[in-house]
C-alpha cells in the first residue's frame, strides 16, 4: 500500500483569543506535482497540501450529522 503523505506532526498553539491542537499532514511533493486538482486544493504557489485536523473533528463531524436528521 503507498503511503499518502510524508509526515504526521502534532502541533499546538496558544494565543491571547485562541487555542489550537491537533495534526498536521504533509503530502508527498511529487504526488501533488502529478495531480490534475493540485491548483483546487493545494493552490497555485504551493508545491505540496498540508492538511491540518483538528483534535474535536471527528465530534464536531457527528453532531453536524445528527443535525441533519429530520427529528432536529
Known sequence: M???FRNKKY???KREEDYREGCRY???KEDCEKC???EECAGKKAKKKVLSVGL????FYSMSQEQKDDIF
Open 2 to 4: 503507498k503511503k499518502l
Open 11 to 13: 502541533y499546538k498553539t
Open 26 to 28: 504533509s503530502f508527498l
Open 36 to 38: 490534475n486538482f493540485r
Open 56 to 59: 474535536n473533528t471527528g465530534e
